[in-house]
């Protein structure tokens, strides 16, 4: 009786409900596939198929040879990839000067620091806009990566400073004594350690630059330049929406996030697990 009872209250209490959170996060996305694969004429088609049948890819093929997103693609990837870059090297600067060295209003400057991500994006879009056309790369694709790598720095940096505090100072000194300078010692000693917590903002960095939309849409006016999320919206026309097309790019962008937690959860728990203890 007592196991007939423990295996009902594991069911109702915890596979019901992974089921149906499994089924509320996965559906949408499993939807977007099957319209994806489905003919056009197919798709507004009574009664709905759950399964494309038949199946095709002139979805995909149309949406990257035709519509340009190819570009999109590689343009979102060079953005994303460049972003990410920048914010894992300055990241680890200043978290290691935050983390070795004492200075006067070093906690005012921290606070400082984490202030800045209480305030809007929407706020920064005007200025940024006026000073990126004052330095005349409105439209370019470097107003994104400077614009990514300073919105995105302020928190990594923080959270790579919980990285350093866990790495033992006596190390460091051990390094110096046998002859290696400061930057020596970062680049042999720290960065080695730091590995998972580079992984963890680096993709924090790169995930959060790719999904991003109101930064492209505000300041790319060149279609040679646009990014994913931009080129989603355009693909939605005045007067039709090709649903098909549209779900295949949909699927298109969703796959890189998805393939890079794939292949970084085990460093990413590793590096965040790593930054929440200190010592």
Known sequence: MTKIKKVL???IFRYIPLLLTMMYVFMPIYWALAVSLKHEKDIMQKPVKLIPNPATFDNYKFVWSKSGFSRYFLNTIYVSGISALAV???AVLVAYGLSRFRFKGKKSFMLVFLATQLIPYNMLIIPLFLIYKNMGIIGSLTSLIITYTTVFLPFNAILMKSFVDGIPFEMEEAAMIDGCNRMGVIFRIVLPIL????VAIGSFAFLSSWNEYIFPVM?????DNFVVSVGLNFLIGQNVLMYGPLAAGSIIALSVPILIFAYIQKFLVQGLSAGSVKG
Do not use: R, V
């Open 9 to 11: 209250e594991n069911t």
């Open 219 to 223: 300041f790319i006016n060149n279609k």
């Open 88 to 90: 894992a090297i300055f």
């Open 195 to 198: 590995a998972p917590g580079l």
